[in-house]
């Protein structure tokens, strides 16, 4: 859609903001709202259950608008109002269409003299750039928001430009929604394949025979049950050669150390910040020390059971104290790979997580994980056949993850236009 300006325009003498339309003011923040911030919860007001006598969300740092702390019994705040996010995603708003409480950190903006105020919503998120101290703990006040400068727009095209936007955004967000719902199916559609296949096989004619393990179940007549510590040597960094952040290093100066946040969810080694430590410590470890074909694996934190496998000649490079390494695999490694990614071994992890405080598996439990073994030349090609029907998923989860990006930007650069009068929309349909 192409979209019409306004007839005429003026310096707004804002360097960030530009030309303004000729007719449109400029205010702070202060100037136009009452600015308070969220309190403590009071005991005696406070229930975690909505009901009739606690009927009021208290609302909390989030960029999700139904996101609630609890229900209080007395509206502190009432509709017509902005909540702006203090902590956390700072400056993000939300507009408040009814009465609520907040806690502390979230600033609430309510408009003097009670004008309809929806469309600074949109101008704060997707216009101001907050500026905060970093500190430890960062965050906007009530202070550092006030002298903030707002465009101004006549009252009637404030609410027209917010209703229009409101419908804009709508169909944006269900696009994006679609995409994301697609994405999901996706991957659902990826992991059943994979789990699929190696437990199952490729050839479904084939008889079947119970493994005589209950959570395996019935698998090919010719396969073979076993367990992973026969088939590969697991090791991980011994404690006592662990290290510290005195052993880091520039990239020149030693080893590459990969830990979880390098392996990403496709079982790939990707280096985003990838850190580096002496030679030293590289050396200190020859058995983790890393080479084509190894698998890495996830043994303890929050993406614990994450795997990756190395199949290029990599780079000096060994692991940090949260993984294994899988080394000298005597099955096709790709297919031990996909089935460490099997739905299988993820329920496995999960019961052996479940009671522990910070999610930690064993190199031991990890060696008496069960799998279903074909012969060699079966699993090589069900690792090709995986290799193939995952990477052609894989290229529509790009597509679709591609798409709510460009999605995202038309959103933001509509936005922004609309509320700064870029583009003029009282007129569009």
């Not at 090709?384 to 999605?407: C, P, Q, R």
Request: charged letters at 25%.
């Amino acid at each position: 859609m192409k979209y019409k300006q306004y007839p005429s325009y003026r310096d707004s003498e804002v360097e960030w903001l530009g030309e303004i339309p000729e007719h449109w003011q400029l205010a702070t923040v202060s100037r136009l709202f009452d600015i308070k911030a969220g309190g403590d919860v009071k005991k005696e007001y406070f229930s975690e259950e909505k009901s009739s006598d606690f009927p009021y969300p208290i609302y909390t740092n989030s960029t999700k608008k139904e996101a609630v702390y609890g229900y209080s019994k007395k509206a502190f705040f009432h509709e017509n109002t902005i909540t702006v996010s203090g902590r956390g995603y700072i400056g993000y708003a939300i507009y408040r269409e009814h009465k609520y409480d907040a806690i502390i950190r979230l600033l609430v903006l309510s408009p003097k003299r009670n004008k309809p105020c929806k469309f600074f919503m949109y101008y704060i998120n997707d216009v101001l750039d907050f500026q905060v101290a970093n500190t430890a703990i960062s965050q906007l006040s009530t202070e550092q928001i006030s002298p903030y400068r707002l465009v101004l727009p006549p009252l009637q095209e404030q609410q027209t430009i917010a209703n229009y936007l409101d419908t804009a955004t709508a169909k944006i967000d269900t696009l994006i929604a679609k995409q994301t719902k697609l994405i999901e199916l996706l991957k659902e559609k990826r992991q059943a394949l994979i789990s699929s296949a190696v437990t199952k096989g490729l050839d479904s004619s084939v008889a079947m025979k119970d493994s005589g393990v209950e959570w395996l179940g019935e698998i090919p007549e010719h396969w073979e049950v076993s367990r992973v510590k026969f088939h590969a040597n697991i090791k991980g960094r011994i404690g006592f050669r662990g290290y510290t952040k005195e052993d880091l290093v520039e990239k020149e100066e030693g080893a590459l150390v990969l830990g979880a946040s390098e392996m990403n969810n496709n079982a790939q080694v990707v280096l985003k910040s990838p850190q580096y430590i002496t030679w030293h410590k590289y050396y200190e470890s020859p058995e983790i020390i890393l080479k084509k074909n190894d698998i890495l694996f996830v043994q303890r934190g929050s993406t614990v059971g994450k795997v990756a496998y190395i199949d290029y000649e990599i780079e000096e490079a060994t692991i940090n104290p949260s993984l294994v390494v899988l080394k000298q695999i005597k099955l096709e490694e790709a297919y031990l790979k996909y089935f460490l990614m099997s739905d299988i071994i993820k329920s496995i992890v999960k019961v052996q997580t479940s009671n522990t405080a910070i999610p930690m598996i064993s190199q031991e439990q990890i060696g008496n994980y069960i799998l279903s073994k074909p012969h060699k030349t079966e699993q090589q090609a069900i690792a090709n056949y995986l290799d193939d029907k995952t990477s052609k998923i894989d290229t529509l989860i790009s597509k679709s993850i591609k798409a709510i990006d460009l999605l995202k930007e038309k959103r933001t650069a509509l936005i922004s236009s609309a509320v700064t009068g870029k583009i003029d929309v009282r007129e569009v349909e």
